[in-house]
């Protein structure tokens, strides 16, 4: 079944071929909605909003991109919105870590495979520093970065998932790594 | 090459962006300069880190909580009047009307319900009301009778009573 078709099945509201969208990319969009986020509840609930969007407008699919890019596209779309209304109701989220008295986000960075506990640890808190440094790059080199780094797209692929001309995904993708160079030096000198 | 531009170039040199030259160049500062040495492997751990994120899994209930939410969406969506959706299309505004009329007809019975004729109650439930008044007015008002003329009490069963 080549996209068009899947795509049709879904529009027609088959359970089935929805089921196979799912199963073929939800890595996919599961993983650019935890890069951009960093957060794997935030994830998950992200990554649901993009199939529930593509369930409910599967018709705007336009079959001159290929299904991944129009993905790409939701995820990293809803990711940003995500963090937006995140931003806007901060003060409710640092009121509540406040009460827990620690950081959610460390809970939520991936344990180490490391047999040793110290080394294990030491990873682990490199993880947070990344995950940091990463959270505060701006919006679109944050997108640029995670797309090219994590998902391995080149910059023409970028640039069609995110409607910005090549030239301007290079730049941001040079600025991102310099705001990360720069990011992670200051945490070394602080250190 | 000094400090400061080896520390603008650690991330192209880990990611061999460099120029060969450049490279050389920083090599060179890193055998004679223990502190950007340091530097050096403290950053390229963190670089690390930075280049090679784990993926995540997807939970085992991630199809589970979509087919609930697409299910609950399409059930939102049937309209109220979903059974006429079985009917062929030039049989539903029939039934619409029909369902109307029925509707109108009950509402116009129901609102001259109970009539009166010359005055007079002609539903059952004015006679039964008739009725009950009779009784309670036979029981619990003729005992009264003997009651001192001119009282409070003789004078307010007089005003109740219309007589």
Known sequence: MNDEELIQRIIDKDHLAFKLLVDQYQHLVLNTCYNLLGNRQDAEDAAQEVFFQVYKSAQKFRGEAKISTWLYRIAVNRSLNFIRDKKRSGWLRNLSSLLEGERQEVADVPASDSARPDVALEEKERNVIVQKVIDSLPEKQRTAFVLHK????????????????????????????????????????QK | MNCKKVKKNLAGYLEKNLTKNMEEELENHFESCPACSHLLEEFSQLWEALEHREKIQPSPYFWTRLKQRVVGYEEGR??????????????????????????????YSLGNFPQTVNGQTTSQVDERTLALQEFFDSHYLNPLNNLPTGSIEATYLEMISGE
């Open chain 1, 150 to 189: 994590y998902e391995g797209l080149s910059y023409q692929e970028i640039a069609e998932i995110s409607k910005y001309s090549l030239s301007s995904v290079e730049s941001l993708i040079h600025r991102a790594k310099l705001n990360l160079q720069k990011q992670l030096l200051g945490y070394l000198k």
């Open chain 2, 78 to 107: 049937k309209p109220v009047w979903g059974w006429l959706g079985g009917l062929v299309d030039w049989a539903r505004p029939a039934v619409a009307v029909a369902v109307l009329l029925i509707c109108v007809f009950l509402g």
